[in-house]
């Protein structure tokens, strides 16, 4: 290997390792000791629990599902002007 390949597998490698730990979970609730702050960490659990389940689909999907409402209904409209009968 040359050292320009070195020193570029070492920077990869030094950019992966540095950028595991920005992708850490985040920490449990149980694994808190103080009680006020396993509570808290349960509420902001909850809350976002809470957010998630609560967010309605947003404009563009309730558009885009009446607009195929919309093109059924003229398919079915020229399906029925060619298969008389069918």
Same mark, same amino acid.
């Given at each position: 290997m040359s050292g320009n390949t070195k020193r570029l597998a070492l920077l990869l490698l030094a950019t992966i390792l540095s950028t595991?730990? &920005?992708? %850490?979970e985040t920490p449990r609730c149980q694994d808190l000791k103080l009680r006020k702050d396993r509570d808290a960490c349960h509420a902001r659990q909850a &809350?976002? %629990?809470r957010q998630v389940r609560s967010q309605?689909?947003?404009?563009?999907?309730?558009?885009?599902?009446e607009q195929m409402k919309i093109d059924d209904d003229r398919l079915a409209k020229r399906?029925?002007?060619i298969?008389?009968?069918?």
């Amino acid at each position: 290997m040359s050292g320009n390949t070195k020193r570029l597998a070492l920077l990869l490698l030094a950019t992966i390792l540095s950028t595991g730990t &920005a992708f %850490a979970e985040t920490p449990r609730c149980q694994d808190l000791k103080l009680r006020k702050d396993r509570d808290a960490c349960h509420a902001r659990q909850a &809350a976002d %629990a809470r957010q998630v389940r609560s967010q309605e689909p947003n404009g563009k999907m309730i558009d885009s599902i009446e607009q195929m409402k919309i093109d059924d209904d003229r398919l079915a409209k020229r399906l029925q002007g060619i298969c008389r009968g069918c």
